[in-house]
Every structure is written in C-alpha cells, then in structure tokens.
C-alpha cells in the first residue's frame, strides 16, 4: 500500500496562495539549501497525485522550465515522474505524463493507494487538499514554512480537525524557512 503526502508551502500564519518569491514582492523565501531538500524530496516520490487547477498549474509551467539555469534536474524530474490527476471536468488523454482518475474521486484515490506501492506526493493545498484531508487519505503532511505573517489569502487547516499529528522531522534552513513532517497518528477507537 502506497502513502500519500501533502507538500505545501504557507507563511506562519498559514496562508499559500499565489506565493510569488520574496524579491518579487511575495512571501515565498527561497535559499539553496531548502532548493537541494526541495529536489531530494522529489526524487524519493514514486508519483504525484493532483486536483485539476494544481496540474493545470504546473503542466504550463515545468516543461518551460526544462533549461532554465539552475532547475534543469528539478524539472527533469518534475517533468518524468507520472502523475495521477483527479478531475470531474478534464477528459483523457492528458498531457505531462499525467493519468486522469475516473469515477468518484475518493474512492479512485483509495483504490490508487492500494494499489500502487509507493509514495504519492500531492503539492496541493486548496480544494483539493481539503477533500483528501477530509476523507482521511492523507498519511504525512510535509509543510514549509516562509517567514512571513500575511494578511490575505486562504487558509488549509481552517475548519479541519480535530486530527492528531506526530512529528518526524524538523529542518531551519539559513533563509528562515522552516521545514515541518508530521504523520497522521491512526485514531483508536473507542
């Protein structure tokens, strides 16, 4: 059975929006070190999972970036790995190595776990996130945190819970960001 992590960028006090680089005036901080983390977590993932406007998202951005100096592994990889995208509106075939997920989504994301045996990483943190949250698909959560309080944008965790959390791993990287794992610890019932 497969894992499935939620990757997802978000300042202090949560939100994850639009997060443009710091020097263009967004909250998102960057450093090298974080950068080589960022393509070491990729190149240890088996697959990506998507909603419709992450891949959408990402599918006009990572092929452009095939020889843009300094992302060239980042996007070979990016580009390479296989990608399930679960979507009510999109018809197949996709494009970017992608795999439409048919009938209820829920259900097709159960049975993907089951049946795939490594880690799906799902960079998402709208809609989407908040369905696989919500339908307790999600087994880890890997969250980095800009340095930053930012006044707008949506939230992920608001309105979600109570779901207990075990950390596995801390990272502060020279920039200020903050790498956080955490591990859904299984409720035991009463």
Same mark, same amino acid.
């Given at each position: 059975?497969? !894992?499935? *992590?939620?990757? #997802?960028?978000?300042?202090?006090?949560?939100?994850?929006?639009?997060?443009?680089?710091?020097?263009?005036?967004? @909250?998102?901080?960057?450093?090298?070190?974080?950068?080589?983390?960022?393509?070491?977590? @990729?190149?240890?993932?088996?697959?990506? &999972?998507?909603? !419709?406007? %992450?891949?959408?998202?990402?599918?006009?951005?990572? =092929?452009?970036?095939? /020889?843009?100096?300094?992302?060239?592994?980042?996007?070979? $990889?990016?580009?390479?790995?296989?990608?399930? #995208?679960?979507? $009510?509106?999109?018809?197949? =075939?996709?494009? @970017?190595?992608? %795999?439409?997920?048919?009938? /209820?989504? #829920? /259900?097709?994301? $159960?049975?993907?776990?089951?049946?795939? =045996?490594? %880690?799906?990483?799902?960079?998402?943190?709208?809609?989407?996130?908040?369905? &696989?949250?919500?339908?307790?698909?999600?087994?880890?959560?890997?969250? +980095?945190?800009?340095?930053?309080?930012?006044?707008?944008? =949506?939230?992920?965790?608001?309105?979600?819970?109570? *779901? $207990?959390?075990?950390? +596995?791993?801390? +990272?502060?990287?020279?920039?200020?960001?903050?790498?956080?794992?955490? !591990?859904?610890?299984?409720?035991?019932?009463?």
């Amino acid at each position: 059975m497969g !894992r499935l *992590i939620i990757n #997802v960028a978000m300042t202090v006090n949560g939100a994850f929006e639009a997060p443009a680089p710091e020097p263009m005036g967004g @909250w998102l901080v960057t450093d090298a070190d974080s950068m080589e983390a960022g393509r070491e977590m @990729w190149q240890a993932a088996d697959a990506m &999972l998507l909603g !419709r406007k %992450t891949y959408e998202g990402l599918a006009a951005a990572w =092929p452009q970036l095939a /020889d843009a100096p300094g992302f060239e592994a980042y996007a070979a $990889r990016m580009n390479s790995m296989p990608k399930f #995208v679960a979507s $009510r509106t999109l018809t197949a =075939p996709l494009e @970017w190595n992608a %795999t439409l997920l048919g009938g /209820d989504m #829920v /259900d097709a994301i $159960r049975h993907l776990k089951h049946e795939h =045996p490594g %880690t799906l990483i799902a960079p998402s943190a709208g809609e989407f996130a908040r369905e &696989l949250i919500a339908h307790d698909l999600v087994d880890e959560y890997w969250i +980095t945190v800009s340095p930053y309080l930012w006044a707008n944008g =949506p939230r992920l965790f608001d309105g979600i819970g109570p *779901i $207990r959390l075990e950390p +596995t791993g801390t +990272t502060i990287y020279p920039s200020g960001l903050v790498r956080l794992s955490y !591990r859904r610890v299984p409720q035991v019932e009463a």
